[in-house]
């Protein structure tokens, strides 16, 4: 008995402990308010110190830089490696800013942080009145990425990135900073600065803290290409002017070949031009790449297929690394490739303009250019009027130098007579019948060259004039009479068919053009005939002339059909006013009789002193002469 009743007083007392810790727990429990705070603490407690991590902490690493979820950052990383933190900031997504001012419109992607379109404001595709704008770059037409070889062994493409934009404005100047982040203050930068009223864009390209993310044992490859769209209403006159211009050894230009596959390498390039019939996209760098590779790929395998695009163009260019970092200054220009516009730059951005080389770009630049500006701009004249007045001024200049050459011919054409007697009487002897009839020019006091210099004088304006016409930015979509667009052709009937060679239309300058010189050469066969008798063992000028007479207006009718109205209207003119001249000098400046009784008193003179060049031609002659009659003899 006692030993249960020692039990019972056991459980007693544990029971009688287990209540006063009970009661004593209830007694200190918390009220709904302390826990409250206490939660609301332990919340603040943790925002703190999330936000120490993101500002504080060094970045030298995505893993120290947490910007978004771990989990995202842990993914990029296996993809993107010490560029992970790009990808976890809320610029990380499909976006664009667009900047503009009154000449252009860009449009700028998050991805690639490169321009996704370039629109061109006032001026529209194809023909005035389309209601297109010019688009320079639309629909992944254009791409621009640098190739990134990162310290871990890693390749990685800008393009294939998101850049993070921040736009300020800085007086009138809007600036788009987009930034390729590493970390807070690890970034590789694209800054695009737009100006007012311009078409050229400032573009400084950066890096900032990325010597350790980065290998900078070797350069930056940085790829630029642009499938140029067809803004012009003739295919093949477009895709003739469209090619890759550059600058190397600081002021040296040069282009690439057109066609499949063609390349260029340069060296010290300072700037790269896409260029287009009447429009450009250009790379200009302050500091010239140390290479340039180029290349050009023609697109348009059919002109008789309405095509979208000319050609496919691309530059290769490294970016040097310099104190671990890149650093350029360079500008995009977007714009119309317009002589003066360009010029204004000096940067010699005008001389991607195709006005030819030596004396006939000197004659488009010193000349044309001017002369067809003050009639345009200085004076108001319209394009198509400009360009007949232009020619006529033209015309006027070179009369003296036509009349020169007509009366050489004149001259010719009464000697005619006494120059085949020559031939008559020394017929088994080619070389004495030619010093007896260059006796007979020195007597007579004719110059048989005279009228073939002024005829050479000419070819250059000639040839000047091929190119200054259809590289004259000024003449797009400027219409006059039926023709809507001088710098394209002037259709006036559509075929149902295409002509090789000629085309699915009829253009009526051109058919114009070929009329006048028909009968221009009509007109002067006759007389160069006459002036140019038969030479033994020579080809029969009088039937080469005859088919010329057939051949040259089919020729221009043919090569002229596809090509700008107001160079077929300045041919016109030309020869309308050529043939205007001709006549006039034939009517009352020769006098053929006054001519004949002019060489007849020429010859009663002493023979008049010949030149160096013809004294040491009579030289040659009479030392062939008299090595014939050694050989006759022996």
Same mark, same amino acid.
């Given at each position: 008995m006692e030993e249960k009743k020692i039990d019972l007083n056991s459980i007693i007392g544990f029971v009688l402990i287990f209540g006063i810790l009970i009661w004593i727990m209830y007694q200190n429990k918390p009220s709904e308010a302390t826990i409250a705070a206490e939660k609301a603490k332990k919340e603040l407690v943790a925002k703190e110190a999330q936000a120490k991590a993101v500002t504080v902490k060094p970045i030298t690493t995505p893993t120290a830089a947490v910007a978004g979820d771990s989990v995202q950052l842990a993914q990029a990383q296996k993809t993107l490696g010490g560029f992970a933190y790009s990808a976890t900031l809320p610029s990380a997504k499909e976006?664009?800013?667009?900047?503009?001012?009154?000449?252009?419109?860009?449009?700028?992607?998050?991805?690639?942080?490169?321009?996704?379109?370039?629109?061109?404001?006032?001026?529209?595709?194809?023909?005035?009145?389309?209601?297109?704008?010019?688009?320079?770059?639309?629909?992944?037409?254009?791409?621009?990425?640098?190739?990134?070889?990162?310290?871990?062994?890693?390749?990685?493409?800008?393009?294939?990135?998101?850049?993070?934009?921040?736009?300020?404005?800085?007086?009138?100047?809007?600036?788009?900073?987009?930034?390729?982040?590493?970390?807070?203050?690890?970034?590789?930068?694209?800054k695009y600065i737009l100006k007012p009223n311009d078409y050229m864009i400032g573009f400084d390209l950066r890096s900032q803290g990325l010597n350790k993310v980065l290998n900078t044992t070797k350069p930056l490859d940085l790829e630029w290409s642009l499938k140029t769209y067809r803004n012009e209403k003739s295919i093949s006159y477009e895709n003739r002017y469209t090619e890759i211009y550059f600058q190397y050894e600081d002021d040296k230009i040069d282009y690439v070949a057109q066609g499949q596959d063609k390349e260029e390498n340069s060296t010290k390039a300072s700037f790269v031009a896409f260029k287009q019939h009447f429009f450009s996209t250009i790379l200009l760098t302050d500091k010239p790449f140390v290479t340039a590779k180029l290349q050009s790929n023609n697109l348009v395998n059919d002109e008789t297929i309405d095509t979208v695009y000319t050609k496919q163009l691309k530059a290769n260019l490294p970016l040097a690394f310099s104190n671990g970092e890149i650093d350029y200054k360079m500008n995009w220009y977007f714009g119309p490739s317009d002589y003066k516009t360009l010029k204004k730059y000096d940067k010699n951005l005008q001389k991607i303009i195709p006005l030819g080389w030596g004396i006939f770009g000197w004659i488009n630049m010193f000349i044309f250019i001017p002369l067809f500006g003050f009639?345009?701009?200085?004076?108001?004249?319209?394009?198509?009027?400009?360009?007949?007045?232009?020619?006529?001024?033209?015309?006027?200049?070179?009369?003296?130098?036509?009349?020169?050459?007509?009366?050489?011919?004149?001259?010719?054409?009464?000697?005619?007579?006494?120059?085949?007697?020559?031939?008559?009487?020394?017929?088994?002897?080619?070389?004495?019948?030619?010093?007896?009839?260059?006796?007979?020019?020195?007597?007579? !006091?004719?110059?048989? @060259? &005279?009228?073939?210099?002024?005829?050479? %004088?000419? #070819?250059?304006?000639?040839?000047?004039? *091929?190119? $200054?016409?259809?590289?004259?930015?000024?003449?797009?979509?400027?219409?006059?009479?039926?023709?809507?667009?001088?710098?394209?052709?002037?259709?006036?009937?559509?075929?149902?068919?295409?002509?090789?060679?000629?085309?699915?239309?009829?253009?009526?300058?051109?058919?114009?053009?070929?009329?006048?010189?028909?009968?221009?050469?009509?007109?002067?066969?006759?007389?160069?005939?006459?002036?140019?008798?038969?030479?033994? !063992?020579?080809?029969? @000028? &009088?039937?080469?002339?005859?088919?010329? %007479?057939? #051949?040259?207006?089919?020729?221009?009718? *043919?090569? $002229?059909?596809?090509?700008?109205?107001?160079?077929?209207?300045?041919?016109?003119?030309?020869?309308?006013?050529?043939?205007?001249?001709?006549?006039?000098?034939?009517?009352?400046?020769?006098?053929?009789?006054?001519?004949?009784?002019?060489?007849?008193?020429n010859k009663l003179k002493e023979p008049k002193k010949q030149g160096k060049f013809q004294q040491k031609l009579q030289q040659v002659m009479e030392q062939a002469e008299a090595e014939k009659a050694k050989k006759a003899k022996k």
């Amino acid at each position: 008995m006692e030993e249960k009743k020692i039990d019972l007083n056991s459980i007693i007392g544990f029971v009688l402990i287990f209540g006063i810790l009970i009661w004593i727990m209830y007694q200190n429990k918390p009220s709904e308010a302390t826990i409250a705070a206490e939660k609301a603490k332990k919340e603040l407690v943790a925002k703190e110190a999330q936000a120490k991590a993101v500002t504080v902490k060094p970045i030298t690493t995505p893993t120290a830089a947490v910007a978004g979820d771990s989990v995202q950052l842990a993914q990029a990383q296996k993809t993107l490696g010490g560029f992970a933190y790009s990808a976890t900031l809320p610029s990380a997504k499909e976006g664009f800013t667009t900047i503009e001012n009154e000449k252009v419109i860009l449009k700028i992607a998050n991805k690639g942080g490169f321009i996704v379109e370039a629109t061109l404001k006032n001026l529209e595709k194809f023909k005035k009145g389309s209601g297109q704008l010019v688009k320079l770059i639309k629909d992944n037409n254009a791409n621009l990425s640098i190739q990134l070889q990162t310290s871990d062994n890693r390749t990685l493409n800008t393009k294939d990135m998101y850049f993070e934009p921040t736009l300020t404005k800085v007086g009138a100047d809007q600036i788009l900073s987009m930034k390729l982040k590493a970390g807070a203050n690890e970034f590789l930068e694209y800054k695009y600065i737009l100006k007012p009223n311009d078409y050229m864009i400032g573009f400084d390209l950066r890096s900032q803290g990325l010597n350790k993310v980065l290998n900078t044992t070797k350069p930056l490859d940085l790829e630029w290409s642009l499938k140029t769209y067809r803004n012009e209403k003739s295919i093949s006159y477009e895709n003739r002017y469209t090619e890759i211009y550059f600058q190397y050894e600081d002021d040296k230009i040069d282009y690439v070949a057109q066609g499949q596959d063609k390349e260029e390498n340069s060296t010290k390039a300072s700037f790269v031009a896409f260029k287009q019939h009447f429009f450009s996209t250009i790379l200009l760098t302050d500091k010239p790449f140390v290479t340039a590779k180029l290349q050009s790929n023609n697109l348009v395998n059919d002109e008789t297929i309405d095509t979208v695009y000319t050609k496919q163009l691309k530059a290769n260019l490294p970016l040097a690394f310099s104190n671990g970092e890149i650093d350029y200054k360079m500008n995009w220009y977007f714009g119309p490739s317009d002589y003066k516009t360009l010029k204004k730059y000096d940067k010699n951005l005008q001389k991607i303009i195709p006005l030819g080389w030596g004396i006939f770009g000197w004659i488009n630049m010193f000349i044309f250019i001017p002369l067809f500006g003050f009639l345009t701009s200085s004076i108001g004249l319209s394009f198509g009027i400009a360009i007949i007045i232009f020619t006529i001024l033209i015309k006027i200049a070179m009369s003296p130098i036509t009349f020169k050459s007509f009366l050489s011919q004149a001259k010719m054409k009464v000697l005619r007579p006494e120059i085949t007697e020559l031939d008559e009487k020394f017929k088994k002897d080619p070389m004495k019948k030619q010093q007896e009839t260059m006796k007979l020019y020195n007597k007579a !006091g004719v110059n048989p @060259m &005279a009228g073939c210099i002024p005829a050479l %004088i000419q #070819i250059p304006f000639m040839y000047a004039s *091929f190119q $200054f016409f259809p590289s004259a930015y000024e003449l797009r979509q400027k219409s006059f009479l039926w023709a809507d667009d001088l710098s394209s052709f002037d259709a006036v009937v559509k075929l149902p068919f295409h002509i090789p060679l000629y085309g699915d239309h009829i253009s009526l300058f051109p058919v114009l053009a070929s009329i006048a010189i028909f009968f221009y050469m009509k007109m002067t066969s006759g007389d160069q005939q006459m002036a140019a008798p038969q030479q033994e !063992g020579m080809p029969d @000028m &009088a039937k080469m002339m005859k088919m010329m %007479i057939y #051949i040259s207006p089919i020729m221009m009718l *043919f090569f $002229f059909n596809s090509y700008g109205a107001g160079l077929s209207l300045y041919n016109f003119i030309s020869n309308l006013i050529t043939i205007g001249i001709m006549i006039v000098i034939k009517r009352y400046f020769i006098d053929s009789d006054k001519i004949h009784a002019q060489i007849q008193e020429n010859k009663l003179k002493e023979p008049k002193k010949q030149g160096k060049f013809q004294q040491k031609l009579q030289q040659v002659m009479e030392q062939a002469e008299a090595e014939k009659a050694k050989k006759a003899k022996k």
